[in-house]
């Protein structure tokens, strides 16, 4: 009877020794995430000519859709042409006689919609061919005219079909309309949609004013919808304008206000965007025009690995900027005036 208590107890002893060295080791907390370093100062790129538009002056530039890219180009005061790049290089998009302030892509790449001056527009297929236009927007609604103004941009929501915004303005940016329209249907009977947001100032109450719209740049958020984001001004004469960038989910709740975004830190100076540029996870482009100066200036994304924006400092570009794009590899297109034709970063955002 002794022999087996022992027994049992040696056995019983193994047991718990074999349990201790199977315990598994404490685990070791992660080391905290480093914070990221804000970017401080200017951002110095260098660039290199696209010639394949002949120089011309480029208003407008979308890249990369879905395997295309489309520019608009002014070859004399009175010719406007759009080009297009379905990754063999750039050509005429369209022997269309359209003169054209802007275009933008559908997701999917399958059309292609231009705005115009003179509250018009026209739609294409990728192939270049004219469906619709060109029209002028018919905008529901008494008291919703659009005037003549100029379309300044145009913004296909970025998902297939969904929406297309516009943003016009008078000459001297004092009147203007932010307009959108269910596209599973355009033609010259389509309705568009007039928004007139009430903005939220500093101090005092949210107010709607007379706005002229300007930049423009669309998102899709999985919660609220559709977000926009706009360059605008109001004012009684262009020496006169007060100038925000604005946004807001016009769709989720046409009576909420518009938040006021500007300035980003450290650009006091710059006025509303007249153009965005971004690619997803490749960085950013916001082309302002300096209020000190006049000339316009691009705010960009820092590099990798650095949080907050940079003013591109690229003195090899020249002119005057009028449009900004991001590319599918990174890199930031710049067309304008001035003999600045088109350009092309020699190195990516990020």
């Not at 107890?9 to 404490?26: F, H, Q, R």
């Not at 609604?141 to 659009?146: F, I, K, P, S, T």
């Not at 975004?261 to 971004?278: I, K, L, N, S």
Request: proline letters at 7%.
């Amino acid at each position: 009877m002794a022999l087996r208590l022992l027994s049992a107890w040696a056995t019983l002893g193994a047991v718990l020794a074999l349990g201790a060295c199977d315990m598994p080791n404490p685990v070791e907390p992660e080391p905290p995430t480093p914070e990221i370093e804000n970017w401080e100062g200017p951002r110095r790129m260098d660039f290199v000519r696209v010639t394949d538009l002949n120089n011309g002056i480029v208003h407008d530039l979308d890249l990369d859709v879905d395997g295309l890219s489309v520019a608009v180009a002014q070859s004399s005061q009175s010719v406007f042409k759009i080009w297009a790049n379905r990754g063999s290089g750039w050509s005429l998009f369209t022997e269309a006689n359209v003169t054209a302030t802007c275009a933008c892509i559908e997701p999917g790449g399958d059309y292609v919609f231009v705005g115009m001056p003179g509250a018009q527009y026209a739609l294409f297929d990728r192939s270049g061919t004219l469906l619709e236009g060109p029209t002028r927007y018919n905008v529901s609604g008494e008291g919703n005219e659009v005037d003549s103004w100029t379309t300044r941009q145009c913004a296909w929501v970025p998902e297939r079909g969904g929406r297309v915004f516009v943003t016009l303005s008078s000459d001297d940016r004092t009147r203007g309309a932010l307009l959108h329209l269910d596209v599973s249907r355009i033609d010259i009977s389509a309705s568009w949609t007039r928004l007139n947001p009430p903005i939220q100032v500093a101090t005092g109450s949210p107010s709607r004013r007379t706005l002229a719209f300007d930049g423009l740049s669309v998102s899709f958020d999985s919660r609220l919808g559709i977000n926009v984001q706009a360059g605008v001004a109001h004012g009684e004469s262009s020496n006169t304008l007060t100038q925000h960038t604005i946004d807001g989910f016009p769709l989720h709740d046409p009576d909420e206000s518009w938040i006021i975004r500007d300035p980003f830190p450290g650009t006091v100076e710059y006025g509303a965007p007249r153009d965005f540029g971004d690619y997803p996870q490749h960085g950013f482009a916001t082309l302002f025009r300096s209020l000190r100066t006049g000339f316009y200036r691009i705010i960009v994304s820092p590099p990798a690995g650095y949080r907050g924006v940079a003013t591109l400092d690229a003195p090899g570009l020249g002119g005057s900027a009028l449009a900004v794009d991001v590319d599918k590899d990174g890199f930031l297109w710049v067309g304008g005036s001035g003999g600045l034709g088109l350009m092309r970063s020699t190195e990516p955002l990020r």
